[in-house]
């Protein structure tokens, strides 16, 4: 087992927000923290010897080559693409033997994508994270293989991105579409959970509206905080996880008293 200790803090030192995971399971609350400093990984790390190394894709963003067995093969992809140049950049290949390609994110030009091509997803979410070498899954290593710098993108590569980003309905058929009636509060609720919980000055009372959302359609009281949790990960500006909790707290008790229960505090 090499030392992971010593590479989570070279990546710390090189600017990167080191996350510890089990497997691929974060094991501390990252969501819109500041990045771990090196005294505090070596700490951690002195208690949980064996955790493996995700970085925080905050700085950069990752094409993600998927080549399990069950699914596409995202190597097919992109070579269909025909433009290998686009991929001359720091690359790993993953515990699974797929392959993950690392660029310098353009400001506010490449968003999270997933299903960006068959077997091809685009991590980018400020609050997301990738694993790193030489962490280990199912007793098969993640390996960096080359040298490359993390490399900005073609601009090709990002006219791609935002096409692929963009609906793939007309205006006309997104307006036929909306006003069909087939959009409902229960669609504005899995949107959240996918987009986040939108802009700062909105966050609590939109996670107070989703937490009300959820207890009115029967999802039960733990599966309703870690919904919300999932939102308020996916949130650009995320709230202290606290903050949540207390909230959803709050929508509880207040969904008791108007049903005439008795709240145990």
């Not at 033997?97 to 068959?118: A, H, M, T, W």
């Not at 098969?140 to 991105?161: D, G, S, T, V």
Request: aromatic share 8%.
């Amino acid at each position: 087992m090499q030392n992971l200790v010593n590479y989570a803090k070279r990546y710390a030192e090189r600017g990167f927000s080191v996350i510890p995971t089990l497997g691929k399971k974060p094991l501390i609350k990252f969501a819109g923290r500041p990045a771990m400093t090196p005294t505090e990984i070596e700490d951690f790390w002195r208690v949980h010897p064996f955790a493996n190394i995700a970085l925080k894709t905050d700085q950069f963003f990752v094409i993600d080559v998927d080549r399990h067995s069950e699914g596409a093969d995202g190597t097919k992809a992109i070579k269909e693409l025909g433009h290998p140049e686009w991929f001359d950049t720091l690359c790993q290949q993953t515990a699974h033997d797929g392959f993950q390609f690392f660029f310098r994110k353009p400001k506010e030009r490449v968003s999270q994508n997933i299903g960006f091509l068959p077997g091809v997803d685009i991590k980018a979410h400020t609050n997301n994270y990738v694993v790193v070498a030489p962490s280990v899954i199912d007793d098969r290593p993640y390996r960096w293989i080359n040298r490359k710098k993390m490399n900005p993108p073609a601009e090709e590569l990002i006219a791609l991105i935002e096409a692929k980003s963009k609906p793939r309905l007309s205006n006309q058929q997104l307006t036929e579409y909306n006003q069909s009636g087939r959009r409902t509060q229960t669609t504005e609720l899995f949107e959240q959970i996918a987009y986040g919980l939108g802009p700062t000055g909105g966050r609590n009372n939109a996670l107070a509206a989703f937490i009300g959302g959820l207890l009115l359609r029967g999802v039960e009281s733990a599966a309703a905080l870690e919904l919300a949790r999932l939102a308020n990960g996916n949130t650009e500006s995320s709230l202290p996880d606290n903050e949540v909790v207390k909230t959803v707290n709050s929508i509880i008790k207040k969904r008791i008293r108007e049903k005439g229960g008795e709240v145990i505090e």
